[in-house]
């Protein structure tokens, strides 16, 4: 069975920092293109950052310099690293890994 488990969301103020994790379970995690998205109420889902297997990476502008993007391969882990937090980030996270999804995490920041 496939599954992809995020944790590490929360309610933080703005400025701080975040790291969340992504387990996944059931599919070749080494071999797969993985990313993390984000939605926030009444918007679009949105690719904030993605890496392939060989480890390129990839962000939204919005993000680059503030969150960085990882995986774990021995871990079946992909990681998103979140600095200096803002208002704007605040959304319910996706990780997503050879076209499956987890269910999702919320961030929400505060001013």
């Known amino acids: 069975q496939v599954q992809l488990v995020e944790s590490g969301g929360g309610s933080v103020q703005a400025g701080a920092s975040l790291k969340l994790s992504c387990a996944a379970s059931?599919?070749?995690?080494?071999?797969?293109?993985a990313a993390w998205y984000r939605q926030a109420p009444e918007k679009e889902r949105e690719l904030v950052s993605s890496?392939?297997?060989?480890?390129?990476?990839r962000y939204v502008d919005s993000v680059k310099g503030r969150f960085s993007i990882s995986r774990d391969n021995a871990k079946n882990t992909l990681y998103l690293q979140m600095n200096s937090l803002k208002t704007e980030d605040t959304a319910v996270y996706y990780c997503?890994?050879?076209?499956?999804w987890g269910q999702g995490t919320q961030v929400t920041v505060s001013s």
């Open positions: 059931g599919i070749i995690f080494r071999n797969c293109v």
């Open positions: 997503t890994a050879c076209m499956r």
């Open positions: 890496i392939s297997s060989a480890g390129t990476t």
